[in-house]
């Protein structure tokens, strides 16, 4: 039980936590990028110099979002503790497991080609850094032998099974997107509730809405429902923490109550009912929208709200929309949630007090 802990550990929790820095620091700047460029760009502002500026910032998203896979090669293998050639291999595994796929025959007799994307990168750099691994400063000729290794190691395994990862990724991202379209109250709930709790466990939330490739309203209730875990926690938990508290969870992570949630479950409830609203409220009233990566960040880095501006390029009702499923709601709701149940002695002052 404890070998199998720690390679559940190893596998599904540091490596998919890399690899959501992985994509943080390759498509997801890349799409913040893109969007300074877009309302940088002539259709917004009518100025040479600041029009510039806006190319400038897309073509760092195109160059930032094109180094993905190399991205998520290299920070698996970092968290895999591979040796230095080992993980520099890795991003050229990472970058052709990546585009690899399958081509998919839709509905309505058209094809597409669907990568493997995440979800590719993410086995094969596991498989490339465990065989690489086995060579590694084995020889006197390291420097080929272990490149070597790697790489054929990777692009063997993402050949084998890229394809059916992309033919797995795209009916599951494409029920779930779908399903949401369907039953947009009751799928609002579910993914609003599920995917922020994801956020809230040592998992990455931001890693596995990449992988799916879940878009549309749908990302945009798992984009709720982080919010909601995040800044519910932020304002629940004040009277423990401060202000530093608030912002490290507001901002940053409500994975820092997962020692608090452990000890004392009762503090999860607060923020998981406020998903349960904003998720179909994200859904049928203001159908906000986000894809991917972005979708599983929620508040942090406000990554989560510039996804939403991202694909809906404004208006009032997704400027509202946002700030009420969002802020306002997660916030409002959770207290009065955490209100009630601190009435009825379940939840105590110092519940919910971070570590220094």
């Excluded at 820095?21 to 110099?49: C, E, K, Q, R, W």
């Amino acid at each position: 039980m404890e070998t199998l802990k720690k390679y559940a550990k190893k596998y599904f929790i540091d490596a998919m936590s890399a690899m959501a820095l992985g994509l943080f620091a390759s498509l997801l700047i890349g799409t913040i990028f893109g969007t300074v460029g877009t309302y940088l760009g002539p259709d917004y502002v009518a100025n040479g110099l600041v029009n510039e500026i806006g190319g400038f910032f897309s073509e760092m998203k195109a160059f930032s979002q094109g180094a993905s896979g190399m991205a998520i090669g290299v920070a698996i293998a970092y968290s895999l503790k591979a040796d230095p050639l080992v993980m520099f291999s890795c991003a050229a595994v990472g970058s052709l497991s990546y585009s690899l796929g399958a081509t998919i025959l839709l509905e309505n007799g058209e094809t597409i080609a669907y990568t493997a994307g995440p979800a590719g990168a993410y086995v094969a750099a596991i498989v490339a850094v465990e065989i690489g691994m086995l060579v590694s400063k084995k020889t006197k000729v390291d420097i080929l032998v272990t490149p070597t290794v790697t790489i054929i190691a990777g692009y063997a395994i993402a050949k084998l099974v890229c394809p059916a990862v992309a033919y797995i990724m795209f009916y599951l991202g494409n029920f779930i997107n779908t399903a949401t379209e369907m039953q947009p109250f009751i799928m609002g709930i579910i993914i609003s509730v599920v995917v922020g709790m994801i956020l809230t466990l040592p998992i990455s939330s931001a890693a596995i809405c990449a992988m799916i490739g879940i878009s549309g309203i749908a990302g945009g209730a798992a984009t709720a429902g982080c919010c909601a875990q995040m800044i519910g926690f932020a304002v629940i938990s004040f009277a423990d923490n401060g202000w530093g508290g608030f912002f490290a969870q507001g901002l940053g992570t409500s994975m820092l109550q997962m020692s608090n949630i452990i000890k004392k479950p009762a503090i999860w409830i607060p923020p998981t009912l406020a998903a349960a609203f904003t998720g179909p409220l994200s859904t049928i009233v203001f159908k906000l929208e986000c894809t991917g990566v972005s979708a599983g960040m929620g508040t942090c880095g406000l990554v989560g709200p510039l996804g939403t501006l991202s694909d809906m390029s404004g208006g009032m009702n997704m400027w509202f929309g946002m700030l009420l499923c969002y802020f306002i709601l997660p916030a409002v709701l959770s207290y009065v949630f955490y209100a009630v149940m601190k009435k009825m002695g379940m939840i105590k002052k110092g519940d919910m007090k971070l570590n220094n």
